[in-house]
């Protein structure tokens, strides 16, 4: 990243179709075609895992599978594995949300009947794909396999002989469970195919993927449950401590993620080797990562299992250069620190000291008064500027409903902002005009929508949020014409 260039965050399940999700399919095509005509150099996109509880990619059953919902239907279906009339039962009318309950309830048994067709045809590649990828896959097809049989309750509700895995009981799970492992399996195949395809793709335009790393595993997944060793467990592999943050400007009690807390000591016993792997999996996925919550590398609050709410934690010190050397070190992969949130000097040196680019956003800008570390004359040339995240506001949203009139004068003036030109595009001239060797915007900045298309609201649960997606007609020349116009005024 050392030329000047720009980028659009789009999460792929905000693609537009027929499908009711987005898909690694002609829609992603067609997006990276709108960027290339748009004279953008990046996509970024959320973890490609699947989603856990509230919907939420960062609470995944799994650090190195793929979300078979992402799934391009009309490709199985051109292989033979479907039929276009099967392919009319995963049609949906809404084209601006993701129905998640909806779409686990129809998806499934249509990849299963595509699983029927395919797993002779593909038995070579499978058996292939399965030992490329032994570290991780069967252990995640057996849990999923083993949820379903205990009827989709979580890990901590399990029965101790599958819970704790049992020789003799893992041993009768694979034996009985076998054709479930199997179908689990298939899935990722399809997915790790349709992916590397896309990527091929976009870098054969020139686009470079920035794809996102959650720093936490869900409680709830295959790694505490296939590798508990790594994490701070109790005996009954029950986390002792779980993820979240203190009391800031954004909540009086804190967060509590939730997440288990890792076993920095074993890690490090062990050279990082489950970080290799996972560094090893992002580079395949990606061109750059950004580093979810980078800050738990300096240090991370511990908050004890049962606490009533955040103020209970505690500072612990993170594992530092020791796995950040790790990380960097692995071929062909760039990183972005994801530097947010309520900072002490300390972790501000230390992300400093890192190298890594961090994050300057646009909507925490405009303190009227003081001086902000995010206003893009302020923004230092190795950050990544961003008129906004997957969790904040878009930038219509709080220019009108969460900024005071204060803080949205001083933006009007700061930006120059004209309703005729559309006030997004006014941020996200602000953001390009920025000394920042990289710009990002998420695409709903470019069509100036407010707060029906956030994709996240920190601390909230709802179908409102992951679930945001945009019409295929906002891929359109206008669109790309005025946003390539911007990125060569800007010399991005």
């Not at 987005?22 to 953008?40: H, K, V």
């Not at 009690?253 to 050279?271: A, C, F, I, S």
């Not at 005071?404 to 009007?412: G, I, V, W």
Request: proline share 7%; glycine share 8%; aromatic share 14%.
């Amino acid at each position: 990243m050392q030329a000047r260039a720009s980028g659009i965050l789009l999460p792929v399940f905000s693609l537009p179709g027929p499908y009711g999700i987005g898909t690694l399919g002609q829609p992603a095509r067609r997006f990276i075609d709108f960027l290339a005509e748009g004279g953008q150099k990046f996509w970024q996109i959320l973890p490609l895992v699947p989603p856990g509880g509230g919907d939420s990619p960062y609470m995944s059953a799994s650090s190195f599978a793929g979300n078979p919902m992402f799934l391009d239907l009309d490709e199985l279906a051109q292989e033979g594995l479907l039929t276009w009339e099967e392919l009319n039962t995963a049609r949906r009318d809404d084209p601006d949300r993701v129905d998640y309950a909806w779409l686990h309830a129809t998806r499934i048994p249509l990849l299963r009947k595509a699983f029927e067709r395919g797993r002779q045809k593909y038995a070579a590649d499978l058996a292939k794909f399965e030992l490329e990828e032994e570290d991780w896959l069967p252990d995640y097809a057996l849990f999923l396999a083993l949820r379903a049989h205990f009827d989709g309750k979580e890990l901590a509700a399990w029965p101790d002989e599958a819970r704790l895995r049992r020789p003799a009981a893992m041993a009768a799970y694979r034996t009985e469970l076998a054709d479930e492992c199997a179908f689990q399996v298939f899935l990722q195949y399809l997915f790790f195919r349709q992916w590397t395809a896309v990527k091929a793709y976009a870098n054969s335009k020139g686009i470079s993927i920035i794809g996102d790393l959650p720093i936490y595993v869900s409680p709830d997944s295959a790694e505490v449950w296939g590798n508990p060793e790594l994490f701070q467990l109790k005996e009954d592999m029950r986390p002792s401590c779980v993820a979240g943050v203190p009391p800031d400007a954004f909540s009086d009690v804190g967060q509590h993620w939730g997440n288990p807390l890792y076993d920095w000591d074993y890690h490090k016993k062990t050279g990082f080797a489950w970080w290799k792997r996972r560094g090893a999996q992002m580079a395949r996925l990606y061109d750059v990562v950004r580093i979810d919550h980078f800050r738990a590398f300096h240090t991370y609050w511990s908050i004890p299992q049962g606490a009533k709410d955040a103020r209970e934690g505690h500072w612990e010190k993170g594992p530092g250069d020791a796995l950040l050397n790790v990380l960097k070190k692995v071929p062909g992969l760039a990183l972005i620190a994801e530097d947010l949130g309520d900072l002490d000097a300390d972790a501000l040196a230390y992300i400093a000291k890192s190298g890594l680019p961090g994050m300057k956003v646009l909507v925490y800008a405009f303190d009227p008064v003081g001086e902000s570390a995010y206003l893009p004359h302020n923004c230092p040339r190795d950050a990544v500027i961003y008129t906004g995240t997957h969790d904040t506001p878009t930038f219509v949203q709080w220019l009108f409903q969460e900024a005071n009139p204060a803080e949205r004068q001083y933006a009007f003036d700061y930006l120059r902002l004209r309703e005729d030109e559309g006030y997004g595009w006014g941020a996200v001239c602000g953001a390009w005009m920025s000394p920042c060797r990289l710009a990002i915007a998420p695409f709903q900045d470019l069509l100036g929508l407010g707060g029906d298309a956030r994709v996240n609201a920190p601390g909230t649960m709802g179908p409102q949020n992951w679930s945001w997606r945009v019409r295929a007609d906002a891929f359109n020349p206008s669109v790309s014409g005025k946003l390539a116009k911007i990125t060569r005024t800007y010399r991005r």
